[in-house]
Nanobody
């Protein structure tokens, strides 16, 4: 079993910053990639940022220049630093990880339960 737990969400004013953390635990041999997604009310879940095990990162157009994704392999954690937050960034943010349980096994996708980010004055 693999668990992903997000933390760091909250209420912030426009222009402010937040850092989200995703901690993975359980039967983990390696993590091939991490992703941060978000879902606003009435909208579909969308990819915000992703990072592979070699550190290659990609961002949605809305996140470029404002958000930074990183990961700590030893801590089995990923982070999303969000700066210059806008009201339209308000959403539930979910962590995703591609995890293998032992050497040579396939990777399976896992999701956290999400953390609420509200940007409002």
């Amino acid at each position: 079993q693999v668990q992903l737990v997000e933390s760091g969400g909250g209420l912030v004013q426009p222009g402010g910053s937040l850092t989200l953390t995703c901690a993975a635990s359980g039967n983990i041999f390696s993590i091939a990639a991490w992703g941060w997604y978000r879902q606003a009310p009435g909208k579909e879940r969308e990819l915000v940022a992703g990072i592979t095990s070699d550190g290659t990162a990609n961002y949605s157009d809305s996140a470029k220049g404002r958000f930074t994704i990183s990961r700590d392999t030893a801590k089995k954690s990923a982070y999303l630093q969000m700066n210059m937050l806008k009201t339209e960034d308000t959403a539930v943010y979910y962590c995703n990880a591609a995890v293998s349980g032992y050497a040579g096994s396939y990777y399976s996708q896992h999701w956290g339960l999400g953390t609420q980010v509200t940007v409002s004055s």
